[in-house]
């Protein structure tokens, strides 16, 4: 046990020490959305109790134990946190062990002679469609005739997914001059994380994926058999948006990131079905948290919250985000979201301290395994953002983009730099 404390004394922000206290402050800043979970988890000075849905005892976790469980549960496997948590529940004394693996990674020298040396960064540039046939899976995309004189006999014609992969390549190359080494979750601006398209995707892969998710027992065969029946539409939003958004969160814990950012770009929810432009321009970002007491009956949901509750994930990715957000704010020109802003934000999220930054239990928030950033720095139906991000007029490094997409991307490089430089 020895060593393990002694670890957690040498290793500055990342790992300073946590107490039942800190946890507490944790759950209701960023966890406990609208007091839901009030019955489930309950602090008193030396411990947590957590309770299951049926009001059971399930288990408590005391302060000495922390940093070892902060430990195991930045540096293992889903399969790893389940065995651990099952044993918990049976009431055995179990003691998690270190894994070898976190030597590397966030404990790297990080003193090279530039900025990011020895930083893993993983970079989600979100989506996948950058055509019409695709994007009408997909739904993440603009698409109309534009009666505005910015648009002159013209339409508007915006992927997500080509500005935020677009982006990540920008900031890609930003990192990787300041030392950084970098990993992207696709390779190509009209990829899926399986590194196809999703009609490849359908065609090469669907079958042989259904077939053994059924066999493990993870598919029952009607199911199946409705997916395989299935429109492409109907297959995107019944099983492949969430198939793809877990593998995009495996593949970059896999690869132990010591910051990972999501990129995305914004619309206006009130201009459904976005087929003009809408006044409003907005900048936010999101992190984890936001439970409801339903996600605690889930098994993945709740070895996420474990994670999120013991570790200081939540207050770092809280840093990072807010100098993201000031950076848009400042880069961009634009506004930064209040609650009220958008129904999604007083509605399905918990404002944090930072302005700008919301805990939302997204995907992508809860199974990321490291301090991170969700990015929504604009809204692309705004008619400004439209036409700037329509061009493609400006050549940065052999990467043809725009002045607009350049900027956002400086905005997240200049956060990043900023939260790595704080001092704590
Ligand atoms: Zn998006």
């Known amino acids: 046990m020895k060593y393990l404390f002694i ?13 039942i206290e800190d946890c507490k402050q944790r759950f209701h800043t960023y966890l406990n959305f609208k007091g839901s979970l009030n019955p489930y ?19 408590s976790i005391y302060e000495n134990e922390l940093p070892a469980l902060i430990s195991f549960l930045q540096n293992s496997t889903y399969q790893e946190q389940l065995a651990f948590w099952n044993a918990k529940s049976r009431g055995e004394a179990i003691q998690p062990e270190r894994k070898t693996k976190l030597e590397q990674g966030p404990l790297k020298s990080k003193t090279g002679a530039k900025a990011l040396e020895g930083y893993r960064i993983a970079i989600d540039p979100g989506h996948f469609a950058t055509g019409l046939k695709e994007a009408a899976y997909e739904q993440k995309y603009l698409y109309f005739k534009a009666n505005n004189e910015k648009f002159p006999n013209d339409s508007v014609k915006l992927f997500e997914s080509a500005l935020s992969f677009n982006t990540a390549q920008l900031l ?3 990192l990787e001059k300041e030392g950084a080494e970098v990993f992207l979750s696709r390779e190509q601006n009209n990829f899926t994380s399986f590194n196809c398209t999703y009609s490849d995707w359908m065609k090469t892969h669907k079958t042989r994926v259904l077939d053994s998710l059924q066999k493990a027992g993870k598919l029952s065969s009607t199911k199946k058999a409705a997916l395989m029946k299935a429109r492409p539409y109907d297959l995107f939003w019944d099983f492949f948006r969430d198939f793809d958004l877990q593998n995009r969160a495996e593949k970059i814990n896999r690869y132990q990131p010591d910051i990972c950012i999501i990129i995305h770009y914004n619309v206006d929810e009130k201009n459904a079905p976005w087929k003009d432009f809408s006044e409003k321009d907005f900048t936010m970002a999101f992190i984890g948290g936001g439970f409801t007491a339903g996600n605690l009956g889930k098994t993945e949901m709740k070895l996420n919250f474990l994670r999120l509750l013991l570790t200081p994930q939540l207050n770092h990715s809280e840093e990072l985000s807010s100098k993201t957000v000031q950076q848009f704010h400042k880069q961009l020109g634009i506004p930064i979201a209040k609650p009220q802003d958008a129904k999604y934000l007083w509605e399905n999220s918990m404002a944090s301290p930072s302005a700008g930054v919301y805990s939302r239990n997204l995907l992508l928030c809860r199974q990321i395994n490291s301090v991170l950033v969700y990015g929504e720095a604009l809204y692309q139906d705004n008619a400004d953002e439209a036409a700037e991000l329509m061009k493609w007029n400006l050549n940065q490094d052999g990467i043809i983009t725009n002045q607009r997409l350049l900027k956002v991307a400086q905005a997240y490089f200049e956060g990043l730099k900023d939260y790595v430089n704080r001092k704590d």
């Open 7 to 19: 670890f957690f004394f040498l290793t500055s922000h990342f790992f300073f020490s946590q107490s």
């Open 41 to 59: 988890v309950k602090f008193d000075k030396k411990a947590i109790h957590l309770y299951t849905p049926a009001g059971k005892k399930d288990f």
């Open 172 to 174: 890609k190359t930003m």
